[in-house]
């Protein structure tokens, strides 16, 4: 059974399968350029060139390369990398098509076309405004993030946005979270963080005094939520239980 944390005055959440998730699955986004290009690939091995893309831009050059590029030159080689990983000749990487094609996959996760958000989530954005509570978002997340929030409309109802590459520190270091308290003045203990992910939202959450939930989708959501109150919650309407 949810516990009510009645002395909540900040609710902050993250970004990517908390608030929103791809309208699509990214093999898919990445596959259809090359695919009407002539370039033939299956959405697993583009999936798996993705997860390495990815894997290698964030160990070489963390928070989207902060402090040595901007983040859509990160974005450009890990698309690169992407459609190497999968075969594509460095040759035609530069055709012109490719290239306008890669800008416009760059463009598509800057607003709603790459992104839907969880269909709960104005309904429990307009319950903490009611209630005169703060709310915030903290996210490892490039310029991109606090845009696609403005295209689906909901960027309003957040006091505050903190971008990782604005402070230059990552979750899970809890600075940043230190930092969102900061910014306006609540008290760790009276407030409340959400996100997907024990170890980059709760652990250093609960690190720096924080009370903190995982919101989970899966088919054990439920089951989660209900042997592990203080930990999970069953999707974000939870929320309106409990604070």
């Known amino acids: ?5 009645g002395h909540i005055r900040l609710v902050t959440f993250d970004l990517y399968e908390t608030l929103y998730t791809p309208c699509e699955p990214i093999e898919k986004t990445y596959a259809a350029p090359l695919l009407r290009h002539g370039i033939h690939v299956d959405t697993q091995s583009v999936h798996a060139g993705f997860s390495q893309a990815m894997k290698h831009m964030r160990t070489h050059y963390p928070n989207y390369g902060f402090g040595l590029m901007n983040s859509r030159q990160w974005w450009r080689q890990v698309i690169d990398m992407t459609w190497k990983n ?3 000749p460095s040759s035609y990487l530069g055709n012109n098509r490719l290239l306008t094609a890669r800008e416009s996959l760059i463009d598509r996760f800057n607003t709603s076309e790459g992104y839907k958000m969880f269909d709960e989530v104005p309904k429990v954005l307009k319950y903490l405004r009611m209630r005169g509570i703060k709310t915030g978002v903290i996210s490892n997340m490039d310029e991109a993030g606090e845009k696609v929030l403005c295209h689906l409309g909901i960027r309003s109802y957040f006091d505050f946005v903190l971008k990782s590459t604005t402070v230059g520190i990552q979750k899970p270091d809890p600075r940043i979270f230190e930092l969102a308290l900061s910014a306006v003045g609540v008290p ?11 170890e980059m939202d709760f652990d250093p959450a609960i690190k720096v005094g924080m009370n903190a939930r995982i919101v989970s989708r899966g088919r054990d959501a439920a089951d989660l939520a209900a042997r592990y109150p203080g930990q999970y919650i069953a999707g974000l309407l939870d929320l309106t239980k409990i604070v």
């Open 188 to 198: 760790a203990y009276d407030a409340l963080h959400v996100g997907d992910s024990k």
């Open 1 to 5: 059974m949810n516990r009510r944390l």
């Open 86 to 88: 999968i075969g594509v």
